[in-house]
């Protein structure tokens, strides 16, 4: 697997939303030409699919392609040996992220090998493709999420998507904010969520390695969600801009 831009992230989440189906398009699905790694799908909605890997100790990728327009985000601390070249070796963090653009010709990428002591969760999201009006595209060319209270960490952004990463301690709330719709979160650490929107305030559980939908809440819903637990939360946002 190549691992292009690796950049450290760590994350929160605000509501659950929908989780996906289990039908997603063949075409858009990651797969590895080891038989034993076998995706399970997380979400598969009309803009993305998401899906979980987990690489045994030992195990090789094997051979594969990439569809391209592709985030992988690795859940937890790994070591990553290039079968290719067994001198390049990559230590991961939990919440680490890579970006996959499309490419005209797709090579056989020669996979890596887990050379670390204990399994490696891997997420990938796969962008299906969109015709977004110039508006749209206008709409949201630097829209980036905006929490009040709570300082975020830009990951990446470029022509597709932005990746932010937020840490939400007990406690504390994110203060009121809009979402523009079109945004996927993951929680590479989970936790109780206190949410509050249009005046009504619920409780629930987001469990590690979750992932959730959002679609668009105007700021004057009044939205915003806090720590209700005792251990910080991270998060990822994953915006949709095209």
């Known amino acids: 697997m190549r691992r292009c831009a690796i950049l450290l992230?760590?994350?929160?989440?605000?509501?659950?939303?929908?989780?996906?189906?289990?039908?997603?398009?063949?075409?858009?699905?990651?797969?590895?030409?080891?038989?034993?790694l076998r995706g399970e799908t997380l979400m598969d909605n009309e803009r993305l699919v998401v899906q979980k890997f987990v690489i045994p100790p030992g195990t090789w990728e094997g051979?594969?392609?990439?569809?391209?327009?592709?985030?992988?985000?690795?859940?937890?601390?790994?070591?990553?040996?290039?079968?290719?070249d067994r001198t390049k070796v990559s230590r991961v963090k939990a919440g680490s992220v890579g970006w996959l653009p499309p490419v005209a010709r797709p090579e056989n990428d020669e996979g890596s090998?887990?050379?670390g002591s204990t399994p490696i969760e891997l997420l990938w999201v796969t962008l299906k493709p969109h015709t977004a009006t110039p508006s749209e595209?206008?709409?949201?060319?630097?829209?980036?999420?905006?929490?009040?209270e709570i300082p975020g960490e830009l990951v990446l952004d470029n022509?597709?998507?932005?990746v932010q990463r937020f840490v939400v301690h007990p406690g504390a709330w994110e203060g009121v904010?809009?979402?523009?719709?079109?945004?996927?979160?993951?929680?590479?650490?989970?936790g109780t969520w206190a949410v509050r929107t249009g005046g009504r305030e619920t409780v629930s559980e987001s469990k590690t390695g979750s992932?959730?939908?959002?679609?668009?809440?105007?700021?004057?819903?009044?939205?915003?969600?806090?720590?209700?637990?005792?251990?910080?939360?991270?998060?990822?946002?994953?915006?949709?801009?095209?």
């Not at 051979?63 to 290719?84: C, I, K, P, R």
């Open 9 to 36: 992230i760590s994350v929160m989440p605000i509501a659950a939303a929908a989780a996906g189906g289990q039908d997603a398009s063949s075409r858009y699905l990651q797969s590895y030409s080891n038989p034993a």
């Open 63 to 84: 051979q594969h392609t990439h569809a391209g327009n592709q985030l992988w985000v690795q859940m937890n601390d790994g070591e990553w040996t290039s079968h290719a």
């Open 113 to 115: 090998i887990n050379t």
């Open 137 to 148: 595209i206008a709409a949201m060319k630097d829209y980036r999420l905006v929490y009040p």
């Open 159 to 162: 022509d597709q998507i932005v």
């Open 177 to 190: 904010h809009a979402h523009p719709g079109n945004q996927l979160y993951i929680h590479i650490k989970g």
């Open 211 to 242: 992932v959730g939908w959002y679609r668009a809440i105007p700021a004057s819903q009044q939205h915003q969600s806090g720590n209700a637990g005792t251990a910080p939360i991270d998060l990822v946002w994953i915006t949709l801009k095209q």
